[in-house]
């Protein structure tokens, strides 16, 4: 008789516990509290030095490994223990395979080899990066949250990670995602519910919730994602890091399990998520610097442009709302806060029109699901696990449908109609950038996240877009502050999404310390451009002295 999932899924989170060293295990009085983010500084288990270690940018911390500041055994543990507190912070749950002993062994190899050689291994000599779940890493698991693949390991590292590990870094961790992947929470029958430490009643989202979470506890200062509908930019906006989804083929993408394999119709990408805009670049430029299109046939040969400047008067396009879901006020009022800034910076500010944004995202919607989610359903049938809620919530809803081949041409022409429109739109008011929501919500409550057009549209776009932190939900984020555009709900999940963040402030009470991010978008394969602006909107943004009072 084949062995229960439960069994199955409390064996690998005993094991993932097992492998965290007592020493790291943090007293279970502090983990009582919502708000988590703060318990590495006061569980007492990392050193001064540690908490040094770990508050630094990966640019500044491999400066130091470097110069020899540091040793990559000191670096490489101070991140284990930190991860390690991540991970129990309020059950945050955020690693799925944890592999302390060997990075500290990778480290010391590391130190030896800049012992004898006088000079570092590579441009990430000794820098920990972490690594999501479904992304090969020879000898670890690889199972997209499936209990039908929890015994499947990784053959070989992935083309992407085999490219860092030979530039010299260390991998200490993989992180959860949710079941299936397909979703913008981290939730799965294998792992359990990952939640986010600003606030342990809210999803870090998905499907790269693990390393959102992480990289926000400073468990990892670099991670690698994935996404294929808002997988980067949902987690990095729920959990208040920066994270940039490249446009298909510009970073290699070979070696990652998952459903659908071989569907090209939309197609996902992998993409780092940070703490920082400069540590984004330097995972771009040591990637593409090692040509890695000469082993992965399907990428575009475009080196990497460093230091690229943006232009010094930036025109934004600004999209109040995708005419689909109108945003909840702590987005709304960053928008205003970020317009703002923006004009007395001295950049032009135009509103961006979604005309196409509806159809896109029909087109897209239908692309994920061509078989009706047949394939999915097999494969939770074929372990006998259930959907989890959000997984049964997008399986009853949004695939609903299966295609026939000659449809999923239609799909894809109407696609390529809709893209040409949406580029001649950028042609005619020449804007630098796309400023928009990550999504109508902060980090959502678990299982209520229901609607991704505002990052989807620009999986179905292709275009490179990115995420920023802004600020953090206030009292004063009410919908009677920042009412709605209409009295009538734009549409029905818009109703929902209105529902959720309720009357007076009882919105602010129940999104409470969660982060605000907002999106920014550029064209297709303009990572470089796209980052030099966001670094410029975010020095802008750090300087809110000159805001009104009011915000706007």
């Not at 509103?351 to 699901?369: G, R, T, V």
């Not at 949406?422 to 609607?451: F, K, M, N, W």
Request: net charge negative; with cysteine.
């Amino acid at each position: 008789m084949p062995e229960d999932w439960r069994t199955i899924a409390a064996h690998r989170r005993k094991e993932i516990y097992d492998r965290i060293p007592a020493e790291y295990l943090v007293d279970t009085t502090l983990l009582a509290q919502q708000k988590l983010i703060d318990l590495p500084y006061r569980c007492g288990l990392l050193t001064p030095q540690e908490l040094r270690i770990t508050e630094h940018t990966a640019v500044e911390l491999l400066r130091r490994i470097h110069d020899g500041t540091y040793s990559a055994v000191e670096v490489t543990k101070a991140f284990c223990k930190r991860a390690a507190i991540a991970h129990q912070a309020g059950c945050t749950n955020c690693l799925a395979y944890v592999m302390f002993k060997e990075a500290l062994d990778a480290a010391a190899a590391l130190d030896e080899y800049m012992r004898v050689e006088g000079k570092p291994k590579g441009p990430l000599h000794g820098l920990p990066i972490s690594v999501k779940e479904h992304v090969y890493l020879v000898g670890t698991p690889a199972t997209s949250g499936l209990m039908a693949w929890a015994d499947q390991m990784s053959p070989e590292d992935a083309l992407l990670v085999r490219v860092l590990r030979e530039a010299g870094a260390v991998f200490h961790v993989k992180t959860t995602n949710p079941q299936t992947l397909m979703a913008i929470e981290t939730d799965s029958n294998l792992f359990g519910r990952t939640v986010n430490p600003h606030n342990t009643a809210l999803t870090p989202g998905g499907s790269s919730g693990g390393e959102g979470a992480l990289i926000a506890m400073r468990g990892s200062l670099l991670g690698i994602g994935t996404d294929i509908g808002g997988s980067i930019r949902v987690p990095s906006g729920f959990c208040g890091i920066y994270g940039i989804k490249p446009s298909v083929a510009r970073i290699p993408h070979g070696g990652l399990t998952g459903l659908h394999d071989g569907m090209e119709n939309i197609v996902g990408v992998c993409g780092p998520m940070a703490t920082c805009i400069d540590d984004l670049n330097l995972f771009c430029q040591v990637v593409l610097d090692s040509e890695p299109w000469h082993h992965e046939p399907s990428l575009v040969e475009i080196p990497w442009k460093a230091n690229l400047e943006p232009p010094k008067k930036m025109i934004i396009g600004v999209l109040w709302n995708d005419g689909i879901v109108q945003p909840h006020p702590p987005v709304s009022r960053a928008l205003q806060e970020a317009v703002v800034a923006l004009r007395q910076a001295g950049h032009t500010i135009i509103e961006w029109k979604p005309y196409y944004h509806a159809e896109l995202i029909d087109c897209i919607n239908k692309a994920y699901f061509l078989d009706g989610g047949r394939e999915y359903r097999e494969m939770m049938k074929e372990a006998g696990e259930p959907a989890v809620p959000i997984i049964e919530w997008i399986l009853n809803t949004v695939a609903k449908k299966e295609y026939t081949l000659q449809e999923s041409w239609l799909i894809n022409a109407e696609r390529n109609r809709l893209r040409t429109l949406y580029s001649e739109q950028l042609r005619q008011t020449q804007v630098d950038a796309i400023l928009c929501p990550v999504g109508p919500s902060v980090a959502s409550a678990h299982d209520e996240s229901r609607y991704w057009g505002y990052c989807s549209v620009f999986n179905a776009l292709d275009f490179s877009a990115a995420v920023l932190p802004v600020s953090t939900v206030k009292e004063t984020d009410t919908w009677e502050r920042y009412p709605r555009v209409s009295e009538k709900p734009l549409s029905d999940i818009d109703a929902w999404y209105e529902s959720l963040y309720g009357k007076g402030t009882d919105g602010p009470r129940k999104y409470c310390d969660a982060p605000v991010s907002l999106q920014l978008v550029s064209r297709r394969f303009q990572e470089e451009k796209l980052l030099a602006v966001m670094a410029s909107v975010d020095g802008v943004l750090q300087d809110r002295s000159k805001l009104p009072a009011n915000g706007y």
